[in-house]
């Protein structure tokens, strides 16, 4: 049933303001075969974790509420140590669902515990944390497309990257209604980020099981990063950028400090929270809007801020990393109401 407007203000991690025309909370896949559905809604809403809410959304807001977990098969049910294909409905809580499957004892997320946000936006921007990224366990992702109906995507199909898939580049042509996901039994682990063995050096911890693992990295996101109910924020507000070797090579000359993530032979990865920091913006504030003290790439809603005030204050930000560094900045969050 559609209601009008609907405020969104509770609906999104930074708490800004914005009111969705008509919204309808989506909670049976039936839902779609309705008229409604033969062309794409204006704004397809999971945790609202990722998004700027600048403006009233005009038209059709769809909450994708869509729940359930269901272990489809198992390489051999007879070994409970196999690995498992969990189908999750695109509306369960990515951070529940995260602790559920540490719960049952199946592996391979505990990198990912504590990221906001619903599953099925999770191959929207191929999430990522601490050395793993969804897409390495996606088996399938479960869409209706718009004019076309419900459809299987192969990982392939998604065109994942660094946080990027088709799902990003092509905003309203696929609804996610569920997700297959791939889980192992047995550990296998990830612990080369340093933020991860010192925390688990910190914690006496020698040799990490998935959960000692998922325990370190909330202990680092929880000193790290605010919590949206209390400071409004969507996370990385832009990902890290992606420069040509010649362009680090001249940076590190400079400043012989940089952090830097090898990509490939001919690129580098350098955090962008870093290069805001050093540009002297951590912990800057214009009004209601600022950089989080602790983490320089997370924008802040003191509270009041409206979505413009964010995007303003987000542009000075890149004009001065792009002064200083000669380095672009491009956002990670999608901009709605534009
Ligand atoms: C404190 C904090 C920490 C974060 N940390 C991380 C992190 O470590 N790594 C990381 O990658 N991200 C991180 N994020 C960003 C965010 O949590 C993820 O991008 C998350 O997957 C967004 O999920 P959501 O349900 O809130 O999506 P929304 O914000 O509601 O939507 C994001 C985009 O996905 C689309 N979308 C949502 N659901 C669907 C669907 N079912 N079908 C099709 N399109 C859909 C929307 O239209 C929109 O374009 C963080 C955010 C916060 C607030």
Redesign the pocket.
Known sequence: MTQKNVSLSRL??FNLPGTAERYLALTDLRQLEGKPFLKAPE?????????LLLDHVPGLTVH?CLGGIKLLSEANPADPKADKIIRVG??VD?NQFVRYTLDQGWYGFEN?IL????V???P??????YGAEVAERIEAVH?WEFGVGARILSPDECEFGY?DSR??RE?GR????AVDLRLNGRHELKTGYGAIQSELARLNVEDPTPNDVALAVTNI?RSK??D?KFLG????FFKNPVVPISDFQRLRAEYDQIPSYPIDETQVKLPAGWLIDQAGLKGARSGPVGTYDKQAL?MVNHGGATGREILTFSEHVKAEVLAKFGVTLER?V?LIGE
């Open positions: 999104n991690t704004l397809i809403l999971g945790g609202g974790s990722n998004i994708v695109a509306g990515w990912l990221i906001p946000g619903t099925g936006a999770a929207v921007q191929n999430i990522g944390a869409v946080r799902f990003k905003p696929f609804l996610i209604t996101r990063l605010p949206w924020n969507s996370g990385s997370v990670e999608r």
